[in-house]
């Protein structure tokens, strides 16, 4: 029954994705929303651009569905953030697609990471005592403007070649995206100015690429190591952390429990930030400018609120 479902709606996607083709758009695929979002930007009304995990879940850990399957199977381009992000879920989902376009090292397997600056590289031997993810590096990468700059610009120059009548038009739109970012950028950076140096705790470590950018000084995490949930004793560490170092601030990403982090902030007479880690984290944060804006704005409040 399964089986047959899939197969009914694998045509159904078949055609529509025929249609799209023969309207000379290039079918964009990503793991993440903040890629698919950052992919419109350059790709306009000339690719069609979709995430495979929402921006709301945590992007490690992402139930495969057979409509994954499907999305994949129809895809001219895949785009993924690498560092083995996503090793979790998606290798299996690429076999299975069987589109060979989209294959690890085929034209259309776009890895995003290969441009970005990464950090938290491993040195030494990866073993499992470093925790459950992050071992090929830090991979919440997009969170530094300055890395979507860098991507955007593979993807243009992607997208030109696989569809070379419209490589004007990617660029002309990656021209435009780099001026609004840079603008943004400014702005931005004067919005976190008067908080330079500020300490924090953060849940998970999403948010290196970030807080380097905008000059805060992450001091420990709620996870003792990536992937690992907190413990008690680590707990009762970061509680008097906050209280010695007079840390006022927590950043949750919205798919952790409260609980802990909630706990350890009254304890500390602090407070917790839900911040968004990625696009589509809240409804009304469509665009990768309006990620920036909306965490930003958030966290300068807060900052201020805790002078
Ligand atoms: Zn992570």
Redesign the pocket.
């Known amino acids: 029954m399964k089986i047959q479902r899939i197969a009914t709606a694998l045509i159904a996607f078949l055609l529509v994705a025929g249609s799209a083709r023969a309207q000379g758009k290039l079918n964009v695929v990503t793991t993440v929303e903040d890629l698919a979002a950052i992919a419109r930007e350059v790709g306009g009304d000339r690719i069609t651009a979709e995430s495979i995990a929402r921006g709301y879940q945590d992007p ?1 850990f992402v139930e495969a569905k057979p409509s994954f399957i499907l999305k994949l199977q129809r895809a001219d381009v895949l785009i993924v953030v690498g560092r083995e ?1 996503e090793i979790g879920w998606l290798p299996p989902l690429i076999t299975q697609s069987r589109n060979a376009k989209i294959q690890v090292g085929a034209a259309g397997y776009l890895d995003a990471s290969q441009q970005a600056r990464i950090l938290d590289l491993p040195t030494g031997q990866v073993t499992r005592a470093m925790g459950d ?2 071992p090929m590096g ?3 990468y997009w969170l530094d403007p300055e890395n979507g700059r860098r991507i955007v610009k593979a993807f243009a120059d992607r997208f030109s070649q696989m569809d070379a009548a419209d490589a004007a038009y990617f660029q002309a739109r990656y021209a435009d995206f780099d001026k609004r970012l840079t603008e943004a950028v400014k702005n931005w950076t004067a919005k976190m100015a008067p908080f330079k140096g500020r300490k924090v705790i953060t849940y ?3 948010w290196p690429n970030f807080c380097n950018r905008f000059g805060l000084d992450v001091v420990d995490y709620v996870e003792p190591k ?2 690992i949930p907190p413990t008690p004793a680590h707990t009762l560490d970061l509680i008097n952390t906050m209280k010695r170092g007079g840390i006022k601030l927590i950043l949750v990403e919205p798919y952790f429990d409260l609980r802990t982090p909630n706990s350890i902030a009254q304890q500390a007479g602090g407070e917790v930030a839900v911040l968004l880690p990625s696009v589509g984290g809240k409804k009304d944060v469509t665009t990768y400018f309006q990620l920036f804006d909306y965490d930003i704005n958030l966290l300068a409040g807060l900052l201020q609120k805790h002078q």
């Open positions: 490690h992000l993810v992050h830090n991979p919440h998970h470590r999403s990536p992937g």
